[in-house]
């Protein structure tokens, strides 16, 4: 199965600052790879599709790069709503494997 | 409006079986794949299964195969998973979730497998 790793697994920032989370798939997945939020007792909303797809309502402020194996997302300017945890996914093939999330603190 | 819902958690003893549902609305739910995520207390995301949009394929994460068994009912808007053998560490809330990406009449696909649509999430309790 395909693993994914996600760095850092916390991290503290301040409102307007600018915050990059990776992740490093075991094996290269193309770009079949999304971004979520979700904030605590919320089911996940997606972010980031095919690597670097904005999904429809999403503030401009989240971008998604990367392929292969390796793999971004940038928060632009921190808004005091983007304080959350974050987690990528992988859909290559048949298995959906999560990394093991971000926690974004102030 | 487009929703999920899922409904049938509970507590149970471990070993002993259970069965969830989520009801679909707002939108052709036989033109969707759909899947099974859950998210243990304090912990990150675990995908579970995935069923066709035609209910012909299934795939499950290794940690519940053999013991869970998704399903879904077309008519009724249905999603369904039958988990027995129940154990400590199957404790989460579980998530039903749509991708983006669909099926036309014709079994083209469009779009992407990202998970677009989420229930609200029903918890499940394995506990003696």
């Known amino acids: 199965d395909i693993q994914m790793t996600q760095s850092p697994s916390s991290l503290s920032a301040s409102v307007g600052a600018r915050v990059t989370i990776t992740c490093r798939a075991s094996?290269?997945?193309?770009?079949?790879l999304s971004w979520y939020q979700q904030k605590p007792g919320k089911a996940p909303k997606l972010l980031i599709y095919?690597?670097?797809r904005l999904q429809s309502g999403v503030p401009s402020r989240f971008s998604g790069s990367g392929s292969g194996t390796d793999f971004s997302l940038t928060i632009g300017s921190l808004q005091p709503e983007d304080f959350a945890t974050y987690y990528c996914?992988?859909?290559?093939?048949?298995?959906?494997?999560f990394g093991q999330g971000t926690k974004l603190e102030i | 409006q487009v929703q999920l819902v899922e409904s049938g958690g509970g507590v149970v003893h471990p070993g002993r079986s259970l069965r969830l549902s989520c009801a679909a609305s707002?939108?052709?739910?036989?033109?969707?794949?759909f899947h099974w995520v859950r998210q243990a207390p304090g912990k990150g995301l675990e995908w579970v299964a995935l069923?066709?949009?035609?209910?012909?394929?299934?795939h499950y994460a290794d940690s519940v195969k053999g013991r869970f068994t998704i399903s879904r009912d077309n008519s009724e808007n249905t999603l369904n998973m039958q988990m027995n053998s129940l154990r400590p560490e199957d404790t989460a809330v579980y998530y039903c979730?749509?991708?983006?990406?669909?099926?036309?009449?014709?079994?083209?696909?469009?779009?992407?497998?990202?998970?677009?649509?989420w229930g609200q999430g029903t918890m499940v309790t394995v506990s003696s």
């Open positions: 979730a749509r991708p983006l990406g669909y099926y036309d009449s014709s079994g083209y696909y469009y779009g992407s497998d990202a998970f677009d649509i």
């Open positions: 707002g939108f052709t739910f036989s033109n969707y794949a």
């Open positions: 069923i066709s949009y035609d209910g012909r394929k299934k």
């Open positions: 094996q290269s997945i193309s770009n079949y």
């Open positions: 095919a690597a670097s």
């Open positions: 996914q992988q859909s290559f093939g048949t298995s959906y494997t």
